[in-house]
């Protein structure tokens, strides 16, 4: 992995803003849908999905399928709309579709909420659980070491490392996955034996008079029942999609991955490899957890809070300890150490994007409002510095990981996601899907729906679903009220609040429209008007700006920048190198590292690149190939999605 990384900081350019942050927007197809399943598929779902299933059975899986439907409404709606704006960052995408700087510095510190906070945590959480398993390494050694190596490569290769290790990975992922679900179906007795044994798979060692360790009826039925059920399908049509479409159309670490292609078709490509591989998880990642049960009934699915404790720690439940356990049950040792690497891959490359987009977000919406002037050096540095700050928060967040024990951190961190991600799906979507929305209805909808979103996200931190041998004492609005109708409730409002005080309030200029929305995507290209933006919604022209000459260059250069032109290549400015009389061998190595190009004195800097527009048009004979396949896809997703329901 590491020769793989090392490739790619050798091949690419990373001196650069769309070098380093967009891979200079050279990737095929097969690379971005890689890297956006492997983004997606990191080391929490192979133990979050396998114990939902062993706990739960197919439920959980309606999460993977909705996302295949998502990943192509990304692919086909959403990408041109943000290939044609020329954006960088999804924040930066609502400064400009809206105006201000509120809008885009709120998403911005949420998205670094959500990521530093949950996906992180997540990751780091379900890859600890792996190795104690699995290695019995000292686990603030092993996470500490992981985290290293996934840094040093995204340190210094930039997004181009991040989607080649993806790709790599991948394929270990899935020889490794469908290795360990064929031995899986060998032991069990195969398919009819995984039906029939589930029911039966109930622990000798249960907490009387309860349902502890006991199956569920619906265990084999995605659909569920609309008021009793642990997955309702009313909230999974609604309440799931919503902050699905958040995930595979708005969130940074995705929708990067996508504009690193180096034009629509491949990344319609990429959206489809994505789709179709969204498949596998069930077969490769629940289906084995749920074997897991069969075979070890009284640790996987252990019903007594004493023997769980003793088990793995966690009295609430083991469920999550299913697939490391076959893992290390099943596998000879050659094979055995392959799913190591398959789960030590899965944690490195879920970070290494997560750290790729936290940086890109930080340094070009965040540091750039705070700099205005940052040269492109300086924020090549920021960037890459911000990945060591937040390698550093993430050790620190360790010991909280560790104290809030088993699965509960990985519903906690579902229900995060479903009570924080519907109000910015809305935005997004009428601001791409209707022109009238405006920067007051954004804002103050974005407000009040986070706003609602933290009262609930509060209340079930304080009021925790208790275990299944203890009564449900917690307040009505927590108790029955499910998290996925909290969802759709709060799409609904927030989607209200957004259209009435958009109507009520001024219309959006021109400039916040062209290139902006699905129906204006292909207006001509224009340069912007040389106004610097203000937190309070002030502006002024460059013009009243009294700056020496060299800062002028400086600000036009910047304003530029910030203004996108509608494009994604920009020009190599002069000050995104170092004018030095002498190098030394060790910072030569270092400037090398970290990708960075200097110049001695006297040296003429190269002729800037001229700059091209972001161009939606699509070759027929590819456009009707990728069509072709989008109602294939389509059609598969929905006869699964039926056919378990």
């Given at each position: 992995m590491l020769a793989v990384g090392l490739w790619a900081m050798w091949k690419t350019k990373r001196s650069t803003v769309d070098g380093y942050f967009l891979a200079g927007k050279s990737m095929t197809w097969w690379p971005v849908g890689s890297s956006l399943f492997a983004t997606n598929v990191g080391s929490g779902h192979f133990i979050g999905l396998a114990g939902s299933g062993a706990a739960a059975g197919i439920g959980a899986i309606a999460y993977e399928w909705n996302g295949m439907l998502m990943v192509l409404v990304l692919g086909w709606l959403f990408l041109p709309i943000y290939i044609a704006s020329g954006v960088t960052t999804m924040p930066e995408y609502l400064q400009r579709r809206f105006g201000g700087k509120r809008i885009q510095l709120s998403i911005t510190v949420l998205y670094l909420f959500i990521y530093i906070f949950t996906k992180i945590s997540v990751n780091?959480?379900?890859?600890?659980?792996?190795?104690?398993?699995?290695?019995?390494?000292?686990?603030?050694?092993?996470?500490?070491?992981?985290?290293?190596?996934?840094?040093?490569?995204?340190?210094?290769?930039?997004?181009?490392?991040?989607?080649?290790?993806?790709?790599?990975?991948?394929?270990?992922?899935?020889?490794?996955?469908?290795?360990?679900?064929g031995f899986s179906f060998a032991e069990v007795g195969g398919w009819n034996?995984?039906?029939?044994?589930?029911?039966?798979?109930?622990?000798?060692?249960?907490?009387?008079?309860s349902t502890c360790g006991i199956p569920r009826d619906d265990a084999f039925h995605l659909f569920r029942d609309p008021v009793t059920s642990?997955?309702?399908?009313?909230?999974?049509?609604?309440?799931?999609?919503?902050?699905?479409?958040?995930?595979?159309?708005?969130?940074?670490?995705?929708?990067?991955?996508?504009?690193?292609a180096k034009n629509l078709t491949h990344a319609k490509g990429g959206s489809l490899l994505a789709s179709y591989l969204k498949i596998l998880p069930f077969f490769i990642i629940m289906l084995p957890g749920m074997i897991s049960r069969i075979?070890?009934?009284?640790?996987?699915?252990?019903?007594?809070?004493?023997?769980?404790?003793?088990?793995?720690?966690?009295?609430?439940?083991?469920?999550?300890?299913a697939y490391a356990k076959l893992v290390m049950e099943l596998l000879p040792s050659g094979l055995r150490g392959l799913m190591i690497a398959v789960m030590i891959a899965a944690l490195m490359l879920s970070l290494t994007c997560i750290f790729n987009s936290s940086?890109?977000?930080?340094?070009?919406?965040?540091?750039?409002?705070?700099?205005?002037?940052?040269?492109?050096?300086?924020?090549?540095?920021?960037?890459?510095?911000?990945?060591?700050?937040l390698v550093v928060v993430s050790v620190l967040w360790i010991p909280v990981v560790q104290a809030s024990q088993g699965g509960q951190l990985f519903i906690y961190i579902q229900s995060i996601s479903t009570y924080l991600q519907?109000?910015?799906?809305?935005?997004?979507?009428?601001?791409?899907?209707?022109?009238?929305?405006?920067?007051?209805?954004?804002?103050?909808?974005?407000?009040?729906?986070?706003?609602?979103?933290?009262?609930?996200?509060?209340?079930?931190?304080?009021?925790?679903?208790?275990?299944?041998?203890?009564?449900?004492?917690?307040?009505?609005?927590?108790?029955?009220?499910?998290?996925?109708?909290?969802?759709?409730?709060?799409?609904?409002?927030?989607?209200?609040?957004?259209?009435?005080?958009?109507?009520?309030?001024?219309?959006?200029?021109?400039?916040?429209?062209?290139?902006?929305?699905?129906?204006?995507?292909?207006?001509?290209?224009?340069?912007?008007?040389?106004?610097?933006?203000?937190?309070?919604?002030?502006?002024?022209?460059?013009?009243?700006?009294?700056?020496?000459?060299?800062?002028?260059?400086?600000?036009?250069?910047?304003q530029e920048r910030s203004n996108q032109k509608a494009c994604h290549q920009r020009k190599d400015s002069a000050s995104s190198v170092s004018r030095v009389q002498s190098q030394s061998r060790l910072m030569s190595v270092l400037y090398w590292l970290c990708g960075m190009e200097r110049r001695t004195e006297g040296e003429k800097p190269p002729p800037p690149p001229e700059a091209a527009i972001c161009s939606l048009e699509e070759k027929p004979s590819l456009r009707h190939f990728v069509n072709t396949n989008l109602i294939i896809c389509i059609s598969v997703a929905v006869f699964i999605i039926g056919y378990w329901a």
């Open positions: 780091i959480y379900a890859g600890a659980i792996f190795i104690q398993q699995a290695l019995q390494w000292n686990i603030y050694l092993a996470v500490v070491v992981l985290l290293f190596i996934t840094a040093l490569y995204t340190v210094t290769g930039g997004l181009a490392a991040v989607i080649y290790t993806d790709a790599i990975q991948t394929c270990i992922m899935l020889i490794g996955g469908i290795a360990l679900m034996a995984l039906m029939e044994g589930y029911a039966t798979a109930i622990p000798s060692v249960r907490f009387p008079n642990d997955l309702p399908w009313p909230g999974i049509i609604i309440g799931m999609t919503v902050p699905s479409m958040w995930y595979w159309c708005s969130d940074q670490v995705i929708v990067q991955c996508s504009l690193a075979l070890y009934p009284d640790e996987v699915a252990c019903g007594d809070p004493d023997v769980c404790t003793e088990i793995c720690g966690n009295p609430v439940g083991c469920s999550d300890i940086s890109t977000i930080f340094t070009m919406d965040m540091w750039r409002f705070l700099r205005p002037r940052a040269t492109e050096w300086e924020l090549m540095i920021v960037g890459r510095v911000f990945v060591l700050v519907p109000p910015v799906s809305i935005v997004f979507l009428l601001g791409c899907f209707w022109k009238r929305t405006n920067e007051k209805g954004a804002f103050w909808g974005l407000v009040l729906g986070l706003l609602l979103g933290c009262i609930r996200m509060v209340l079930d931190f304080i009021y925790p679903t208790p275990p299944c041998s203890e009564e449900d004492g917690r307040p009505d609005v927590v108790k029955y009220i499910h998290y996925l109708y909290f969802s759709s409730m709060l799409s609904v409002l927030t989607l209200v609040v957004v259209v009435v005080i958009s109507l009520a309030t001024e219309k959006p200029r021109p400039e916040q429209v062209s290139r902006l929305t699905w129906f204006t995507r292909f207006d001509p290209v224009v340069k912007p008007t040389e106004q610097v933006f203000t937190v309070e919604g002030s502006r002024e022209t460059l013009e009243t700006i009294t700056t020496e000459p060299q800062e002028t260059v400086a600000m036009e250069t910047e």
